[in-house]
């Protein structure tokens, strides 16, 4: 368990968790974390920033439990990060789209959904509104190893996605995905913090970040340099930004003369600029309401329902999972009587000995299908019989004769010939 000075309902919590990585010799080679404390609320969009080489991605390593400690102590959901029972309540993005590169999107989503246990009908509604989502619908039938890597890192989203997690964590996730494909990724973190899941983002994309994080964490050499709430750490509290409606010259001169008779300097004076996101997603939607053709992925906009409605708690989740592997119809929506099933050495027996009934031509094969008017298996004529009775003979001595009896036999019949 965690430490008593951590928040017993966080979702995550860590106490001077630190990680060292080992030569062959047990020598430290290098701290990747060191005394890490963290304590990750509930519905919360948390924020790991750092450069490369942070710690970021090994901390999240050990949140899943596959790294282990070398120091300090962890839990997620109040458990042992390696406890089974919270695997089913995370969702995972890692920065390498591990993908199964012969699978298209539609089998690589129901591979996961599988893995969850989830009923049939279920997954394939989840299938088709997560392909709708991440814009991958129209290249559904391509296998993921033709993907571009912003197309895996949608799919790979989407599989993330796919258990509608309470946790889910994402490593680097906008790394080579448009412009986009990042807006509809900060729409779908602002609705599922909304949701009341938490969400840990780990990036060194700045901008992605302060979008949608309520509190961030900074790393540097693997060590805890500012934690905080987003508008807190960025505030300049030593400044005031007023923004108005565009002002002529000489209004301008009076605002400036009433703060230097209150002693104060107008430091800047500038009109708002938008971004280039903004300027570029507006560009790309002009063009498709024109519905020009591409050949990328295209984005409804959407996010998925079953994303979308409000979480209705665990019970779902283990009534999805104790319906199991279940793959067939109910059994109310099954007929009322059905013929019991033959053991498998039965049916094998019948099946050899309708394969010697044809060879032997016993009557059962062709001949069952002709009748009369009257509903009568019709006699074969005279030639017929003489040339089924010819083949049964040379099918069952090609069956008794040995290999070698061949050559005798044909030197017998040319004695009797002579």
């Given at each position: 368990?965690?430490?008593?000075?951590t928040?017993?309902?966080a979702?995550?919590?860590?106490?001077?968790?630190?990680?060292v990585?080992?030569?062959?010799w047990?020598r430290?080679k290098?701290?990747?974390?060191?005394?890490?404390?963290?304590?990750?609320?509930p519905?919360e969009?948390?924020g790991l920033?750092?450069?490369?080489g942070s710690?970021?991605?090994?901390?999240?390593?050990?949140v899943?439990?596959l790294?282990?400690p070398t120091?300090g102590r962890?839990a997620?959901?109040?458990?042992?990060?390696?406890d089974?029972?919270?695997?089913n309540r995370i969702g995972?993005?890692?920065e390498?789209?591990?993908?199964?590169?012969f699978?298209d999107?539609r089998?690589?989503l129901?591979?996961y959904g599988?893995l969850?246990?989830?009923?049939r009908?279920?997954?394939r509604r989840?299938?088709?509104m997560?392909l709708?989502m991440?814009g991958?619908?129209?290249?559904?039938?391509?296998?993921v190893g033709?993907?571009?890597?912003?197309?895996?890192?949608?799919?790979g989203?989407?599989?993330a996605?796919?258990n509608?997690?309470?946790?889910l964590?994402?490593?680097?996730p906008t790394?080579?995905?448009?412009p986009i494909g990042?807006?509809?990724?900060?729409?779908?973190?602002?609705l599922l913090?909304?949701?009341?899941?938490?969400?840990?983002?780990s990036?060194?994309l700045l901008?992605?970040v302060?979008?949608v994080?309520?509190?961030v964490?900074?790393?540097?050499g693997?060590?805890r340099r500012?934690l905080?709430?987003?508008?807190e750490?960025?505030?300049?509290?030593?400044?005031?930004?007023?923004t108005?409606?565009?002002?002529d010259q000489?209004t301008l001169?009076k605002?400036?003369?009433?703060?230097?008779?209150s002693?104060?300097?107008v430091?800047?004076?500038s009109?708002p600029?938008?971004?280039?996101?903004?300027?570029?997603?507006?560009?790309?939607?002009?063009?498709?309401?024109q519905?020009l053709?591409?050949?990328?992925?295209?984005?409804t906009?959407?996010?998925?329902e079953?994303?979308?409605?409000?979480?209705?708690?665990r019970e779902i989740?283990?009534?999805?999972?104790?319906v199991g592997?279940?793959?067939?119809?109910?059994?109310e929506?099954?007929?009322?009587?059905?013929?019991a099933e033959q053991?498998?050495?039965?049916?094998?027996?019948?099946?050899?000995?309708?394969?010697?009934r044809?060879?032997?031509?016993?009557?059962d094969?062709?001949?069952?299908e002709?009748?009369?008017?009257?509903?009568?298996?019709?006699?074969?004529s005279v030639a017929?019989q003489k040339?089924?009775?010819?083949a049964?003979r040379?099918?069952l001595?090609?069956?008794?004769?040995?290999?070698?009896?061949?050559?005798d036999?044909?030197?017998g019949?040319?004695?009797?010939?002579?």
């Amino acid at each position: 368990m965690v430490s008593q000075t951590t928040d017993n309902n966080a979702v995550v919590a860590t106490v001077k968790l630190t990680k060292v990585f080992r030569d062959f010799w047990l020598r430290e080679k290098v701290t990747a974390v060191a005394d890490l404390d963290l304590d990750i609320r509930p519905g919360e969009v948390f924020g790991l920033l750092g450069p490369n080489g942070s710690g970021k991605t090994t901390t999240l390593k050990m949140v899943l439990g596959l790294l282990f400690p070398t120091r300090g102590r962890i839990a997620v959901f109040g458990r042992r990060p390696t406890d089974v029972a919270t695997k089913n309540r995370i969702g995972f993005l890692p920065e390498d789209s591990h993908l199964y590169p012969f699978l298209d999107a539609r089998e690589t989503l129901d591979f996961y959904g599988r893995l969850f246990h989830q009923p049939r009908q279920e997954r394939r509604r989840r299938i088709e509104m997560l392909l709708d989502m991440v814009g991958l619908r129209g290249v559904a039938y391509r296998r993921v190893g033709e993907y571009s890597k912003g197309m895996q890192r949608r799919i790979g989203l989407a599989q993330a996605l796919i258990n509608d997690p309470d946790l889910l964590i994402l490593d680097e996730p906008t790394s080579g995905m448009d412009p986009i494909g990042t807006r509809q990724f900060k729409d779908l973190i602002r609705l599922l913090g909304q949701r009341g899941k938490t969400v840990i983002l780990s990036s060194h994309l700045l901008a992605d970040v302060e979008d949608v994080c309520e509190r961030v964490c900074v790393l540097y050499g693997g060590r805890r340099r500012a934690l905080g709430d987003v508008n807190e750490l960025l505030a300049k509290s030593e400044l005031t930004q007023l923004t108005t409606d565009q002002l002529d010259q000489q209004t301008l001169e009076k605002v400036e003369s009433v703060l230097r008779d209150s002693g104060r300097e107008v430091v800047e004076v500038s009109a708002p600029r938008t971004t280039l996101e903004s300027l570029f997603l507006q560009i790309v939607e002009d063009a498709q309401r024109q519905r020009l053709a591409t050949g990328g992925a295209v984005s409804t906009g959407e996010v998925a329902e079953f994303l979308r409605q409000p979480s209705e708690g665990r019970e779902i989740l283990d009534r999805l999972v104790a319906v199991g592997h279940e793959d067939e119809e109910p059994p109310e929506q099954q007929p009322a009587e059905q013929p019991a099933e033959q053991p498998a050495d039965e049916q094998d027996a019948e099946q050899t000995e309708e394969v010697l009934r044809e060879l032997v031509g016993s009557g059962d094969g062709d001949e069952q299908e002709q009748s009369d008017e009257d509903g009568r298996p019709a006699e074969p004529s005279v030639a017929e019989q003489k040339h089924h009775d010819q083949a049964d003979r040379d099918v069952l001595d090609k069956l008794i004769n040995k290999p070698g009896d061949d050559a005798d036999n044909r030197e017998g019949d040319s004695r009797e010939k002579q």
